[in-house]
Nanobody, 124 residues
Framework: QVQLVESGGGLVQAGGSLRLSCAASGRTFGYAPGWFRQAPGKEREFVATFSWSGDRSYYADSVKGRFTISRDNAKNTVYLQMSTLKPEDTAVYHC??????????????????WGQGTQVTVSS
Protein backbone atom coordinates (compact mmCIF):
# COMPACT_ATOMS: atom_id res chain seq x y z
CA GLN A 1 0.00 0.00 0.00
CA VAL A 2 1.00 3.61 -0.56
CA GLN A 3 -0.21 6.42 1.68
CA LEU A 4 -0.11 9.87 0.10
CA VAL A 5 -0.40 13.22 1.87
CA GLU A 6 -0.46 16.48 -0.06
CA SER A 7 0.51 19.91 1.23
CA GLY A 8 1.36 23.35 -0.08
CA GLY A 9 -1.97 24.54 -1.38
CA GLY A 10 -3.34 27.98 -0.68
CA LEU A 11 -4.58 31.26 -2.09
CA VAL A 12 -2.44 33.03 -4.67
CA GLN A 13 -2.97 35.86 -7.13
CA ALA A 14 -3.00 35.23 -10.84
CA GLY A 15 0.53 35.13 -12.19
CA GLY A 16 1.89 33.80 -8.92
CA SER A 17 3.49 30.48 -8.02
CA LEU A 18 2.96 27.62 -5.60
CA ARG A 19 4.75 24.36 -4.94
CA LEU A 20 2.73 21.35 -3.91
CA SER A 21 4.28 18.43 -2.09
CA CYS A 22 3.13 14.83 -1.83
CA ALA A 23 4.74 12.71 0.87
CA ALA A 24 4.51 8.96 0.33
CA SER A 25 4.74 6.27 3.00
CA GLY A 26 4.26 2.53 3.08
CA ARG A 27 5.37 1.14 -0.26
CA THR A 28 8.17 3.44 -1.37
CA PHE A 29 9.20 1.78 -4.63
CA GLY A 30 7.58 0.22 -7.66
CA TYR A 31 5.05 2.94 -8.40
CA ALA A 32 4.71 5.99 -10.58
CA PRO A 33 3.28 9.17 -9.04
CA GLY A 34 1.05 11.71 -10.69
CA TRP A 35 -1.04 14.80 -10.06
CA PHE A 36 -4.70 15.37 -10.86
CA ARG A 37 -7.06 18.20 -10.08
CA GLN A 38 -10.77 18.62 -9.66
CA ALA A 39 -12.66 21.88 -9.83
CA PRO A 40 -16.20 22.24 -8.42
CA GLY A 41 -18.75 20.64 -10.70
CA LYS A 42 -16.09 19.18 -12.99
CA GLU A 43 -14.52 15.78 -13.44
CA ARG A 44 -11.11 14.97 -12.08
CA GLU A 45 -8.51 15.80 -14.73
CA PHE A 46 -4.95 14.78 -15.35
CA VAL A 47 -2.21 17.32 -14.63
CA ALA A 48 1.19 15.59 -14.71
CA THR A 49 2.97 12.30 -14.18
CA PHE A 50 6.17 10.39 -14.80
CA SER A 51 6.68 7.50 -17.15
CA TRP A 52 6.94 4.10 -15.48
CA SER A 53 10.72 4.18 -15.89
CA GLY A 54 10.82 7.65 -14.44
CA ASP A 55 12.88 9.13 -17.24
CA ARG A 56 10.09 11.13 -18.83
CA SER A 57 7.34 13.41 -17.59
CA TYR A 58 3.96 14.09 -19.15
CA TYR A 59 1.70 17.09 -18.78
CA ALA A 60 -1.79 18.19 -19.64
CA ASP A 61 -1.75 20.71 -22.47
CA SER A 62 -3.36 23.27 -20.17
CA VAL A 63 -0.36 23.30 -17.81
CA LYS A 64 2.53 22.51 -20.14
CA GLY A 65 5.28 25.08 -19.81
CA ARG A 66 3.89 26.38 -16.50
CA PHE A 67 3.93 23.33 -14.20
CA THR A 68 6.81 21.00 -13.42
CA ILE A 69 6.64 17.62 -11.69
CA SER A 70 9.68 16.43 -9.80
CA ARG A 71 10.56 13.69 -7.35
CA ASP A 72 12.96 13.32 -4.43
CA ASN A 73 13.37 9.59 -3.92
CA ALA A 74 15.42 10.04 -0.76
CA LYS A 75 12.49 11.88 0.82
CA ASN A 76 9.77 9.80 -0.86
CA THR A 77 8.22 13.05 -1.96
CA VAL A 78 6.79 14.26 -5.25
CA TYR A 79 6.46 17.95 -6.06
CA LEU A 80 4.38 20.01 -8.43
CA GLN A 81 5.88 23.42 -9.08
CA MET A 82 3.16 25.68 -10.47
CA SER A 83 4.02 29.00 -12.06
CA THR A 84 2.12 31.70 -13.94
CA LEU A 85 -1.04 30.51 -12.23
CA LYS A 86 -4.41 31.36 -13.73
CA PRO A 87 -7.88 31.52 -12.15
CA GLU A 88 -8.81 28.42 -14.14
CA ASP A 89 -6.13 26.49 -12.23
CA THR A 90 -8.33 26.76 -9.14
CA ALA A 91 -9.11 23.22 -7.96
CA VAL A 92 -8.40 20.58 -5.37
CA TYR A 93 -5.12 18.98 -6.37
CA HIS A 94 -4.67 15.29 -5.69
CA CYS A 95 -1.54 13.21 -5.66
CA UNK A 96 -1.92 9.67 -7.00
CA UNK A 97 0.17 6.56 -7.53
CA UNK A 98 -0.12 3.71 -10.05
CA UNK A 99 1.59 0.39 -9.39
CA UNK A 100 1.75 -0.92 -12.94
CA UNK A 101 2.93 0.47 -16.28
CA UNK A 102 0.16 1.69 -18.53
CA UNK A 103 -0.38 3.91 -21.54
CA UNK A 104 -3.53 5.22 -19.84
CA UNK A 105 -1.64 7.45 -17.43
CA UNK A 106 -4.06 10.33 -18.07
CA UNK A 107 -7.00 8.30 -16.76
CA UNK A 108 -7.83 8.44 -13.03
CA UNK A 109 -8.86 4.77 -13.04
CA UNK A 110 -5.25 3.81 -13.86
CA UNK A 111 -4.16 4.95 -10.39
CA UNK A 112 -4.38 2.74 -7.35
CA UNK A 113 -3.78 5.16 -4.49
CA TRP A 114 -4.91 8.71 -3.86
CA GLY A 115 -4.25 11.47 -1.40
CA GLN A 116 -7.01 13.56 0.17
CA GLY A 117 -6.09 16.63 -1.85
CA THR A 118 -5.02 20.19 -1.23
CA GLN A 119 -6.98 23.28 -2.29
CA VAL A 120 -5.41 25.76 -4.70
CA THR A 121 -7.29 28.99 -5.28
CA VAL A 122 -6.07 31.54 -7.82
CA SER A 123 -7.64 34.98 -7.61
CA SER A 124 -7.90 37.29 -10.58
Amino acid sequence: QVQLVESGGGLVQAGGSLRLSCAASGRTFGYAPGWFRQAPGKEREFVATFSWSGDRSYYADSVKGRFTISRDNAKNTVYLQMSTLKPEDTAVYHCAARVAPTSLYRVPAAYDYWGQGTQVTVSS
